[in-house]
């Protein structure tokens, strides 16, 4: 009965043995390992057999990526503005070892020296750039938190703020500002639309008016054309008069001037103007214009007959 007793025993701490000598690491996780309280090494994910009752688990440290939240604060930018401001940080423990032993909490390290960083680097900012330029801001924080955090092993991923968050009446007076700002962007734009407008107008009226003078210089110069080409037809019809009398004498002025005197009458009667008239007018001078055309005709009657009538015949008396 005690043999069994005994195999029992050991069978039970055989089994302890074996527990406490097989580890196994769950994937994601990394663990380190202590001997009499100091650190040896570090076990990845997977099955590890270490010394029992000599070696120990000391930190199970989480290598995948953490998000961390950082509370809100109140800051203080250049311009004396108070702003709410919060944010969010990622994370990475890239070295187990460091990041359990160089450093106590972890977590709260990381979120202390973020809210310092912000209150840094937004002090040194007046309000309006804060609220613009929010990327330089993370990329500034990032910068530093990481650099520091650096020999705690581990690797700082990004570094975002949530939201900034002005007072009251903060907020009403940009929105009035940029009320106005738009206001007076919008007048900007209605006057330079009336200058253009103004512009193109006095373009188009100067267009017009080259075009009017360009108009009447052509015309101008047409009726010049004309008048001179009249004078040139008038001084022919004078030279023509003027041979006329030199062959025919009183009978050609006659003709000229009865067919003028003609043509006056005929107009005279067709005028709106003059609706009664008496005759005689200059009936003499009349007659003796019509003698002459008279005249004119026998005689240019006798040319043509001598000229068709052939050399050697004598003209018929009668």
Do not use: C
């Not at 250049?78 to 070892?97: E, L, P, S």
């Not at 106590?104 to 040194?124: E, K, P």
């Not at 900034?164 to 907020?171: F, R």
């Not at 009226?205 to 009447?216: C, M, T, V, W």
């Amino acid at each position: 009965m005690g043999a069994l007793i005994f195999v029992l025993a050991l069978v039970v701490v055989a089994l302890v043995v074996v527990f406490a000598g097989v580890k196994t690491v769950p994937q994601g996780s990394n663990w380190t390992l202590e001997r009499f309280g100091r650190y040896t090494r570090t076990l990845p994910p997977g099955l590890h057999l270490i010394t029992p009752f000599v070696d120990v688990i000391g930190r199970k440290m989480n290598m995948q990526e953490n998000v961390l939240d950082i509370p809100g604060q109140k800051v203080i930018t250049k311009d004396n503005a108070t702003v709410q401001v919060d944010a969010v940080a990622f994370f990475q423990v890239i070295d187990a070892a460091r990041a359990a032993y160089e450093v106590q909490n972890l977590q709260l390290a990381i979120t202390n020296l973020a809210l310092t960083n912000i209150r840094s680097v937004m002090g040194n900012m007046a309000l309006d750039e804060v609220l613009a330029r929010r990327n330089e801001i993370n990329d500034t924080l990032l910068a530093v938190i990481d650099q520091v955090t650096h020999p705690w092993g581990v690797k700082v991923l990004r570094v975002e703020l949530k939201d900034i968050a002005p007072p009251e009446d903060l907020v009403n007076a940009m929105a009035r500002q940029m009320k106005a700002e738009r206001e007076k962007r919008a007048t900007i734009l209605e006057a330079e639309g009336v200058r253009e407008a103004s512009i193109k107008r006095a373009e188009g009226d100067k267009q017009s008016a080259i075009l009017i003078a360009e108009g009447r210089r052509e015309a101008a110069f047409r009726e010049a054309e004309a008048r001179e080409r009249q004078a040139e037809a008038e001084a022919k019809a004078t030279n023509v008069v003027a041979q006329a009398i030199a062959g025919n004498g009183v009978q050609a002025t006659n003709y000229f001037l009865g067919t003028k005197y003609v043509e006056a009458l005929s107009r005279m009667g067709s005028s709106n103007n003059a609706k009664l008239f008496f005759l005689p007018v200059e009936a003499a001078g009349v007659m003796a214009s019509i003698a002459g055309i008279g005249e004119l005709a026998k005689e240019a009657q006798a040319r043509g007959e001598a000229a068709t009538r052939p050399r050697g015949s004598v003209p018929s008396s009668g």
